[in-house]
């Protein structure tokens, strides 16, 4: 009879980094499952205390976990991301720095400052372009 329970192969801080990693296992096509995650959501200052969010798989997966969280952190998802769909990071036309920063209008700033204190909702300020953080140039247009 298999080994059904669970080994923790990774902790998090912030639930949304373990959410996209037990993504990452299961398209590996390994069975993974989140643990005290509703407790970090509820309380985030619990997450210290219980370890962060726990990602678990079943101890039998748990050599190919490890070795999938190794080569991510080593990049080689990000290489070969960038390999087969030729991945271009946006650069400062002026000195070529991949450094950019999002700039947002004032006005639509102040929006979100009002919206927040009548209704409660939040609409998230337009980006009206982009600032290389190493030269100061300004940039317009998507991303």
Same mark, same amino acid.
């Given at each position: 009879?298999?080994?059904? $329970?669970?080994?923790?192969?990774?902790?998090?801080?912030?639930?949304?980094?373990?959410?996209?990693?037990?993504?990452?296992?299961?398209?590996?096509?390994?069975?993974?499952?989140?643990?005290?995650?509703? +407790?970090?959501?509820?309380?985030?200052?619990?997450?210290?205390?219980? =370890? =962060?969010?726990?990602?678990?798989?079943?101890?039998?997966?748990?050599? $190919?976990? +490890?070795?999938?969280? $190794?080569?991510?952190?080593? @990049?080689?998802?990000?290489?070969?991301?960038?390999?087969?769909?030729?991945?271009?990071?946006?650069?400062?036309?002026?000195? @070529?720095?991949?450094?950019? $920063?999002?700039?947002?209008?004032?006005?639509?700033?102040?929006?979100?400052?009002?919206?927040?204190?009548?209704?409660?909702?939040?609409?998230?300020? +337009?980006?009206? @372009?982009?600032?290389?953080?190493?030269? =100061?140039?300004?940039?317009? @247009?998507?991303?």
């Amino acid at each position: 009879m298999p080994d059904k $329970r669970l080994v923790t192969v990774e902790s998090f801080t912030n639930p949304w980094d373990a959410h996209v990693t037990r993504g990452l296992l299961e398209s590996e096509g390994i069975p993974a499952t989140l643990a005290s995650e509703h +407790h970090v959501w509820a309380n985030w200052p619990f997450s210290l205390a219980l =370890g =962060g969010v726990c990602l678990e798989v079943p101890r039998e997966f748990a050599a $190919r976990a +490890h070795d999938v969280l $190794r080569r991510l952190r080593d @990049g080689e998802y990000q290489a070969v991301l960038e390999e087969q769909q030729d991945v271009q990071t946006s650069r400062c036309e002026r000195c @070529g720095s991949a450094e950019l $920063r999002d700039v947002r209008s004032i006005w639509s700033v102040l929006l979100l400052v009002a919206t927040i204190g009548l209704s409660g909702v939040i609409f998230p300020p +337009h980006i009206k @372009g982009w600032k290389c953080m190493a030269c =100061g140039n300004r940039l317009s @247009g998507a991303r």
